[in-house]
C-alpha cells in the first residue's frame, strides 16, 4: 500500500513562491510515476506536473515556467516549486502515484493513471 501526504500549502499573496512536498513510503519513486494535480472549487481536477520513473518531466501548459516537478529519492518526498503565484492558481493540491507506459505518461497528465492519491493542501493565491 503506498501512502501520501502533502505539506507546505498556505496562503501567500500573488508573486510569491510556495514549496509543496509530498512525503511517500519507502521506494514509491523507484516504482511509480508521480503527478502532482489540483482542483478549484466549482472545476474539475487538473494535472499540473508529473515526473517519470526515469527522471522525465512534464507540465501542463498554464504552469510552465513557473513550476517545477522534482524529486529526493533518499528522502522520498516529491516536491512541486511554484513561483510567480497567480490567483488562478488557488486551489487544493494532491500527490499521486501511478504505473504506466511511457507513451501514456507523455501524452498527458492523465487522472485516471494514477492509483494513489494524498489528501491535499490549500493553496491560495490573493491580489
Known amino acids: 500500500q503506498v501512502q501520501l501526504v502533502e505539506s507546505g500549502g498556505g496562503s501567500v499573496q500573488a508573486g510569491g513562491s510556495l514549496r509543496l512536498s509530498c512525503a511517500a513510503s519507502?521506494?514509491?519513486?523507484?516504482?511509480?510515476?508521480m503527478a502532482w494535480f489540483r482542483q478549484a472549487p466549482g472545476k474539475e481536477r487538473e494535472g499540473v506536473a508529473a515526473?517519470?520513473?526515469?527522471?522525465?518531466?512534464y507540465s501542463a501548459d498554464s504552469v510552465k515556467g513557473r513550476f517545477t516537478i522534482s524529486q529526493d529519492n533518499a528522502k522520498n518526498t516529491l516536491y512541486l516549486q511554484m513561483n510567480s503565484l497567480k490567483p488562478e492558481d488557488t486551489a487544493m493540491y494532491y500527490c499521486?502515484?501511478?504505473?504506466?507506459?511511457?507513451?501514456?505518461?507523455?501524452?498527458?497528465?492523465?487522472?485516471?493513471?494514477?492509483?494513489?492519491w494524498g489528501q491535499g493542501t490549500q493553496v491560495t493565491v490573493s491580489l
Open positions: 519507502r521506494n514509491t519513486y523507484s516504482r511509480y510515476c
Open positions: 515526473i517519470h520513473i526515469g527522471g522525465g518531466t
Open positions: 499521486a502515484a501511478g504505473s504506466m507506459s511511457w507513451t501514456r505518461f507523455w501524452s498527458r497528465i492523465d487522472e485516471s493513471a494514477y492509483t494513489y
